[in-house]
């Protein structure tokens, strides 16, 4: 069974702070990780990682993927109150497949 | 852009009873999903559809079936709802799943069974 595990499930710091946010898994055939941010309704997507070591960034925000060690970290600089959110990891795996297996998410608050 | 949409927004069922989901979406996208969330959990998936008249199953499908008749609409439907199904659903679609994998989510419906 795909497994996909966040850490730490919740996290509280000050605004300016840096975060890292951890996501490990064990799945047979890998094929992409991706991050997602949700606020109050629907998540949204951050990024897409399929190859070691590229990192990809967007703003304040960047994430690498290891796939020797089979983890990603999306970290996220000068943390500001509207980056309080859950942000969710996801694996897609398997030949064929559609599926995407999520962790249970880091719960992210940025207090002023 | 609508995007993906969902109704109802909220919905409360007694146990026994049944209902639908609809979620609609206008990109054009063939991948279709339903996924629910239990609080302080990840998104499970429930069913799925890789095109008009195609559809499997995911992770939890059980007690709830789909059908996929046009490439807009993918309704979830909950057969003799149990209290194990309060839970809030996200309707999802992609264009191309197997190269990128992003999913757009529709606002999602929280569903209260009693």
């Known amino acids: 069974e795909d497994k996909v595990v966040q850490s730490p499930l919740s996290l509280v710091v000050h605004e300016g702070d840096t975060v890292t946010l951890n996501c490990s898994y064990e799945v047979t055939n890998f094929r992409s990780l991706l991050w997602y941010k949700q606020e109050k309704k629907a998540p949204t997507f951050l990024f897409m990682l399929?190859?070691?070591?590229i990192e990809k960034k967007s703003g304040r925000l960047s994430s690498i993927l290891d796939k020797k060690e089979l983890f990603s970290i999306l970290n996220i600089t000068a943390t500001q109150t509207g980056d309080s959110a859950v942000y969710l990891c996801?694996?897609?795996?398997?030949?064929?497949?559609?599926?995407?297996?999520f962790g249970k998410g880091t719960k992210l608050s940025v207090i002023p | 852009n609508a995007g993906v949409t969902q109704t109802p927004k909220f919905r409360i069922l007694k146990i026994g009873q049944s209902m639908t989901l609809q979620c609609t979406q206008d990109m054009n996208h063939n991948y279709m999903y339903w996924y629910r969330q239990d609080p302080g959990m990840g998104l499970k998936l429930i069913y799925y559809s890789v095109g008009a008249g195609i559809t499997d199953k995911g992770e939890v499908p059980n007690g709830y079936n789909v059908s996929r008749s046009t490439t807009e609409d993918f309704p979830l439907r909950l057969e003799l709802a149990a209290p194990s199904q309060t839970s809030v659903y996200f309707c999802?679609?992609?264009?191309?799943?197997?190269?990128?994998?992003?999913?757009?989510f529709g606002e999602g419906s929280r569903l209260t069974v009693l």
């Open positions: 399929t190859s070691s070591g």
């Open positions: 996801a694996v897609m795996a398997g030949a064929g497949s559609y599926q995407l297996t």
């Open positions: 999802a679609s992609s264009s191309l799943a197997g190269v990128t994998g992003e999913l757009f």
